[in-house]
């Protein structure tokens, strides 16, 4: 992980904090205690064995407990450190998407197509590079990443159009 | 067998053709991920961890061992040139080394970083070969309670000293240590919180976690703040210190390199921490800290030297203890685990080429680094005309095919993805999933520790207090709360060091607007240079 400027900046720019916290802030670590609360829950149903012979839901049942009583504490006190939502947070929304839209026509159209369909969106959508640099990282890269894991590393991908160029024609 | 003959051995390993290529590309990937800002160690390895797979283990280890020391070689280029760290243990040289460069004397920050790191890196490796077979060897007298209460000392070290929130990185650990409880008990074999699927039956992929949370996570957090933007470059001129320049920074990298040595071995010590302690502590004990901030070689020559020290006495805890003092640490003991070695007093005498193949690999990677960081620097410096969109695409894709080759099929591709948007989500709200993932790899460990302790006690408690090692590790960590206790209670502000110097940094940064776009013209920095 890497320490950013802009990470750096917000403890000057910081104002003081409102007497009241606002609901908003609190609500990361309350999730994070149902989250934990549901799974501390769903560890008593396990068999809790006895102290000289912990069952398999003991374990589970203290780190829970554990993670609930501190996840509680942060509730009542947020802790500071949260960044702010701003509208380039929605564009890390259609990037998941487009992540999820991609492992669907992984298996469907292959390495090749797929990437090249995800380059163009990344490249030129989300990071709004000029329309010939999309285009050369679009083309050379399905191709770079083919040889490196299919030619080279030889990882059995699902059917491709670049197999035809290769040789590598499977079933 | 001495520490002469297990290191012989280690070079005859080291210097096997498969294994200097390993360290080769594991100390040049290292460097090239330091100088490229939001793409640190641990999304790198992360990244990297399918691939081992299919290597040899010693090879995997050497050169993911190597990423972790270069990149702390790497991260200095552009906390010195743009003020931007490449890493997080480069962070206080952003403050001096870019004073140095705007009196154009970037090449003299630059060759001094390296040369330190060089020496810094080179003395923890000799203390490594002489310390880690003796620690090796009182290891094996860890009983169970004892690692228990290692485990979880180092967890709640490492949760307490690290960024953020503690309670948070507490909290985090917590959910870390129970999403190990996923899948089959390794004791009696009951399902646990599969919810019938047949998927999580041999438990959550450590794999798929660590890809999702701290590569695709990052990733996302990267698009999120980029927008297009060209990093611009100039020459560096003057990378061999001149005489004055060695005379002033001795000091500072003798007493980095012990300083780091130690902070290494300890929880957390790792990397950050040892370079932020080396930075106060040579301005304190200065005859002129008013030029601190200013320029002083002493405050880049220090902190560089200390932060590449500790990485590598970071690998005692590893080899010897099986016990990652980091999350990066935690990420090479993942791939150990993947290659079926299980770190721990044991691997000096099951793995020795592991073991010692290791430590000689890091002999030959701080000698090539040196060699990259010193003439080659101007090559690594033009990496920073790499778009980010281009990178980050990549590392996209790279991710997500090492995903699908892990299993062959898209359901790890799709776990990736979701661990990546909980990560960006964590690191949006302030979680850091660094906690998280360190208790993950231990999980299973642990509990199989905290169970034998259990039986070998009838349910007691008392168990614990009668062991030593258990004893030292709970007085090390009270020593610990009160001396927090302390410092606040007398009126210091409980803000971490690190908040102290980011803010010292930010007096001078770039205006936050500036965010967006990564740009920064380095124009001034070519007329100033001779």
Known sequence: MSAHVDEMTTDTEAVPPPRRTPWQKRVPDAVLLLLVGAAALQALRLPLGSPSDPGPGMWPLVTTVFAVV??????VRPPEGSERFTRRSWLVLLAALSLILYIMIFPVVGLTVSTALLFLVWIRYFFRERWWATLIAAIAAPIAFYVVFVVLLDVPFPADILDIIFGRGRT | MTAFDGLG??????FEPGNLLAVLVGV????????????????????????????DPTASIIMLAGIYYGSMYGGTITSVLLRIPGEAASVVTAIDGYEMTKKGRAGAALGISAIGSFIGGTITVIGLTFLAPVAAKAAIMVGPPGYVALMVGGLFLVATIGSGSKLRNLSMAGVGLFLATVGQDPISGVPRFTFGSPYLLSGLDFVAIAMGLFGVGELLHTLERTERGQLVMTKIKGIWPKRD??????????RGSVLGFLIGILPGGGGVMSSLISYSMEKKISKHPETFGKGAIEGVAGPETANNASSTSAFIPLLTLGVPSNVVLAMLFGALML??????????TEHPAVFWGVIASMYV?????LALNMPLVGIFVQLL??????LVSIALVIVLLGAYSLGNNAFDMVLVVVFGIIGWIMLKTGFDPAPLVLAFVLGRILETSFRKTMLISGGSL???????????VLALIVGFIIFAAVRRLRGRTPRSLAAVVAQSTAQTAPSPADDDVVAFDLKETEHDQR
């Not at chain 2, 051995?9 to 080291?14: D, K």
């Not at chain 2, 290659?339 to 000096?348: S, Y």
């Not at chain 2, 008392?462 to 030292?472: C, K, Q, Y």
Request: charged fraction near 10%.
């Open chain 2, 9 to 14: 051995q280690g070079f005859l390993v080291a």
């Open chain 2, 245 to 254: 320049d060695l005379k002033r920074s001795a000091g500072p990298i003798a």
């Open chain 2, 385 to 390: 005309r790499v778009r980010p969109s281009y």
């Open chain 1, 70 to 75: 501190t996840a509680g504490i942060c509730v």
């Open chain 2, 28 to 55: 040049v990937l290292g460097t090239v991920i330091g100088v490229l800002p939001g793409l640190g160690p641990t999304a790198t390895i992360a990244l990297l961890l399918p691939i081992t797979y299919s290597m």
């Open chain 2, 365 to 369: 990677g701080n000698l090539i680094l």
């Open chain 2, 462 to 472: 008392d168990i614990f207090l009668r062991d030593p090692v258990t004893l030292i």
């Open chain 2, 339 to 348: 290659q079926g070695i299980t770190p721990g007093p044991q691997l000096i």
